[in-house]
T-cell receptor
Framework: RKEVEQDPGPFNVPEGATVAFNCTYS??????FFWYRQDCRKEPKLLMS???SGNEDGRFTAQLNRASQYISLLIRDSKLSDSATYLC????????????FGSGTRLQVQP | NAGVTQTPKFQVLKTGQSMTLQCAQD?????MSWYRQDPGMGLRLIHY???????DQGEVPNGYNVSRSTTEDFPLRLLSAAPSQTSVYFC????????????FGPGTRLLVL
């Protein structure tokens, strides 16, 4: 079983749609959770952190469910520029400060 | 402020050759790391460093060496390239107390024939 699992997609949605991605993680002791965005053939970039209370940044909402060990990302009013791969990232080892990445969910927003 | 830079952008090697992937950052970050990204597998940690003179192994260290003689530089050396090392390599850096905000370099695409 992968430590961080994501549906690879692709999710094909029209502009203006709402889309949600989920991600599950295996280590119940994990402390920190994030969503990164990666454009085609580019480096990953931090999109947002995920807090236990949930957090929102404009059209993006991230939530954490520790009991079920999953993280979600909701994108409202999708834009063409949201087309990318979204990586679920978990910090499972605070000592190493190393991040464990999911393989990503690809989103394609269509006009 | 260039951020994290990596060279080369693309490299083709023959099996058995050695080479060094360069990584440098100008943000005075203590923490630097190397990841490889393969289709369907996500990024996997190869080696990391928490400061000059200190390195440690990540999830997939075999076949790679690193050194950290300065805060700025963290080269990754392939000792004897194998086709299984064909991948995209990313270097990243962050402040020690902010591991979530890792800044990635643009990546090096390596093809081993």
């Amino acid at each position: 079983r992968k430590e961080v699992e994501q549906d690879p997609g692709p999710f094909n949605v029209p502009e203006g749609a709402t889309v949600a991605f989920n991600c599950t993680y295996s280590n119940s002791a994990s402390q920190s959770f994030f969503w990164y965005r990666q454009d085609c053939r580019k480096e990953p970039k931090l999109l947002m952190s995920v807090y236990s209370s949930g957090n929102e940044d404009g059209r993006f909402t991230a939530q954490l469910n520790r009991a079920s060990q999953y993280i979600s990302l909701l994108i409202r009013d999708s834009k063409l520029s949201d087309s990318a791969t979204y990586l679920c990232v978990v910090n499972m080892d605070m000592g190493r400060r190393a991040l464990t990445f999911g393989s990503g969910t690809r989103l394609q927003v269509q006009p | 402020n260039a951020g994290v830079t990596q060279t080369p952008k693309f490299q083709v090697l023959k099996t058995g050759q050695s080479m060094t992937l360069q990584c440098a950052q100008d943000m005075n970050h203590e923490y630097m790391s190397w990841y490889r990204q393969d289709p369907g597998m996500g990024l996997r940690l190869i080696h990391y460093s928490v400061g000059a003179g200190i390195t440690d192994q990540g999830e997939v260290p075999n076949g790679y060496n690193v050194s950290r003689s300065t805060t700025e530089d963290f080269p990754l050396r392939l000792l004897s390239a194998a086709p299984s090392q064909t991948s995209v390599y990313f270097c990243a850096s962050s402040y020690w107390d902010s591991p979530e905000t890792q800044y990635f370099g643009p990546g090096t695409r390596l093809l081993v024939l």
